[in-house]
């Protein structure tokens, strides 16, 4: 398929596709009139790079993510650093979510 219909299907902008190629997240085919050409496939590491980046990680840590290399010792640290730094912003934002409805409820509302 090609860009337009892949940034339609996927969810996100032509820009951004072409971003995502830029940075070695995706590699599209090409048409013999050099056209991008969107397999399946790739539309589906599209969606997964989306879920990352919506996770909060950044484009490095989602391109080691992704490599087919596979992490080594000093990256899996990494990722386990952030994934212990969402765990306290979930936890703060739980508290908080704990407070406002402790509020509500003896408001009356």
Not at 96 to 106: E, I, K, M, N, T
Request: proline letters at 4%; aromatic letters at 6%; a negative charge.
């Amino acid at each position: 398929m090609r860009i337009g219909e892949a940034a339609r299907v996927s969810g996100v902008s032509v820009r951004s596709l072409r971003h995502y190629e830029d940075e070695g997240l995706i590699v599209p085919g090409r048409c013999g009139n050099g056209f991008r050409d969107y397999c399946p496939s790739t539309v589906d590491r599209v969606l997964a790079i989306r879920s990352l980046l919506e996770s909060g990680l950044s484009v490095r840590l989602i391109r080691e993510v992704l490599s087919e290399d596979g992490p080594d010792p000093a990256f899996l640290e990494e990722v386990r650093r952030f994934r212990d730094r969402l765990d306290g912003r979930i936890a703060t934002l739980s508290d908080q979510r704990d407070a406002l409805d402790a509020y509500l409820r003896d408001a009356g509302a």
